[in-house]
T-cell receptor, first 113, second 114 residues
């Protein structure tokens, strides 16, 4: 089944404790992206990648890192999480050609205490 | 820059009522337009899309027409069901922009009661 898989789905952590949210897709998509969803703000893009070893900042990149060492994986790294990073995170992917139809993961709900 | 504005919710309807969720956009170039839906506890999934002016996207009884003259892409359904309860996001992409990012509206929550 074609899908984007995120882990963990739920995580409660404490300020300053490094964490990684993994994202993997099995559709051979070139493009991958991370979004955060917050009440009243909709979805905001954190980082994106147009192919292996190519990453770029989205609208709200502060406090996050990403890497794209393999085409299928695009982990989101919070080096020192803070409470304002409490949010619902979505990974998404698509082919570069065509009309940008994104396939989303099921989401990762992160709480930073 | 490009942006999407959609009506604020929540929208509360009875089953079989007519639904309209307004969406307008600001864009340079020639964007593609999308409606995504997020059911409770799930990620977003594409509902319908239109890639050029006057195109009509349709799926699961939902429709939206790309109106360049009014820069709008309103979502409509003639008779909603309880299972349509979800958050609906209007979005645009401009292939002339680096990153091919989708720009989303803030989402409209629809609640349908029986």
């Amino acid at each position: 089944e074609a899908q984007v898989t995120q882990n963990p789905r739920y995580l409660i952590t404490v300020t300053g404790k490094k964490l990684t949210v993994t994202c993997s897709q099995n559709m051979n998509h070139e493009y991958m992206s991370w979004y955060r969803q917050d009440p009243g703000l909709g979805l905001r893009q954190i980082y994106y990648s147009m192919n292996v070893e190519v990453t770029d900042k989205g609208d709200v990149p502060e406090g996050y890192k990403v890497s794209r060492k393999e085409k299928r994986n695009f982990p989101l790294i919070l080096e020192s999480p803070s409470p304002n990073q409490t949010s619902l995170y979505f990974c998404a992917s698509s082919f570069l050609s065509g009309a940008n139809v994104l396939t989303f993961g099921a989401g990762s709900r992160l709480t930073v205490l | 820059g490009n942006s999407v504005t959609q009506m604020e919710g929540p929208v509360t309807l009875s089953e079989e009522a007519f639904l309209t969720i307004n969406c307008t956009y600001t864009a340079t170039g020639y964007p593609s337009l999308f409606w995504y839906v997020q059911y409770p506890g799930e990620g977003l999934q594409l509902l319908l899309k239109a890639t050029k002016a006057d195109d009509k996207g349709s799926n699961k009884g939902f429709e939206a027409t790309y109106r360049k003259e009014t820069t709008s892409f309103h979502l409509e359904k003639g008779s909603v069901q309880v299972s349509d309860s979800a958050v609906y996001f209007c979005a645009l992409s401009d292939i002339n922009q680096a990153g091919t990012a989708l720009i989303f509206g803030k989402g409209t929550t629809l609640s349908v009661s029986s």
